[in-house]
C-alpha cells in the first residue's frame, strides 16, 4: 500500500516529519491509522486522513485483527506481535533487528 501527503497538510507543523511529492510505503494498519517510515526513517502512526491513496494493494502475508468495533489491525508476520513498535521505541535491541532486518527485506535499508 503507497500513499502521498495530500497537498493541504505539507506544511503543517505536526507532519514535519513528512515531505510533500514522496510516496510513502504502509507497513502496517492500526484501526484508520497508517504506519509508515517517514522522512526520519522512523515507524510512526499517521491519521488517515491526512493522505491520498495512491496504491491500495496490501503485501498477502499481512497478518489482519479486528477489533470489537470492527476496526483492523494488520501487520507483516514480523511486526505483527503485540507490543512490538513499544519494544522498538524503548530501543530494545531485540525489537531494533527484527524491524532493520524488515526493512531489508522490503528494500528500504540498504
Known sequence: MKVILKPKYADKKEV???????LYLVIGL?????????DNRRPY?????????ID??????WCNEYGD??????YPPE???????????DGNKKALKIFNDYL????LLV
Open 56 to 61: 491500495e494493494k496490501e503485501p498477502s502475508n
Open 69 to 74: 468495533d470492527g476496526e483492523r489491525y494488520a
Open 79 to 89: 511486526l505483527n506481535k503485540s507490543g512490538f513498535f513499544e519494544d522498538y521505541f
Open 16 to 22: 514535519n516529519d513528512l515531505s510533500a511529492s514522496v
Open 104 to 107: 531489508k527485506q522490503i528494500k
Open 45 to 53: 502512526l499517521y491519521d488517515h486522513k491526512l493522505f491520498d491513496l
Open 30 to 38: 492500526e484501526a484508520d491509522d497508517y504506519r509508515l517510515i517517514n
